[in-house]
């Protein structure tokens, strides 16, 4: 069980206020050096849509939650989308090369693990790998089931955050700070991208769906989990 953490220093970014440690500075400068701009902006209105969902919960609700993992998760949750350096494997969904980029560049950047043993390291991998699947994340720790919620929350609208959290002022604040422009064109081009470039990393998974909505050529036929075990079963 997750233990209370100590007070984090804070600032206002956007309206929302958000915790302030090195650790989450040097996590927006990473972003934003390996992914484009509306990746960038979408991993920050995703920190800033879950922020100001857990500020208005009741504490005895948030109290235990680490908003440093929580912060780092967000951040760092679509580096398997990025357009530079070495974080995006051949082999495996965006999601993992996204959790393990994270892990990556806590144990690189925090002397010794200092502060992050193993809990909090899987907690912001599981945040991470899990984020798209929100019927096995909201069952897991805060950290987790919050990640998906906000992530969500960010791409639907605040409609789909629990009742009395984040306002729409709150959200069009995030959005006038951190554009949402052509959203919806800027992920399906980023899951035909994923499709065209490592399609066997999409057949047991939503974004196989956008492959074969909208990408020419590319088909789930006979490559679906329930395909493959048809065919092994004995």
């Known amino acids: 069980m997750a233990q209370t953490t100590p007070a984090l220093s804070t600032r206002i970014i956007a309206g929302i ?71 995006v494997s051949t082999d495996k969904r965006f999601e993992v090369d996204g959790a393990n980029a994270a892990r990556d560049f806590i144990q690189r950047e925090v002397e010794g693990s200092q502060g992050w043993d193993a809990h909090r390291l899987q907690l912001v991998w599981d945040a991470i790998a899990l984020h798209t699947t929100p019927s096995i994340a909201r069952f897991k720790q805060p950290e987790v089931a919050f990640t998906s919620l906000g992530i969500f929350a960010e791409l639907a609208g605040p409609a789909v955050a629990p009742e009395g959290t984040i306002s729409k002022a709150e959200f069009d604040g995030i959005a006038a700070e951190f554009p949402r422009a052509n959203l919806k064109e800027y992920l399906r081009e980023t899951m035909c991208r994923l499709c065209r470039t490592k399609p066997e990393t999409t057949y047991d998974n939503f974004v196989g769906s956008y492959g074969e909505r909208f990408l020419e050529g590319f088909s789930l036929e006979g490559k679906q989990q329930i395909d493959r075990l048809e065919s092994v079963i004995v």
């Open 17 to 87: 206020t958000v915790p302030d440690t090195p650790l989450i500075t040097k996590a927006l400068a990473y972003a934003r050096s390996l992914m484009d701009d509306q990746g960038y902006h979408h991993v920050v209105r995703s920190w800033l849509t879950g922020m100001a969902i857990i500020s208005h919960l009741p504490t005895s609700m948030t109290a235990s939650i680490d908003l440093e993992a929580f912060a780092i998760a967000n951040l760092l949750h679509d580096l398997g989308w990025a357009i530079t350096g070495d974080v």
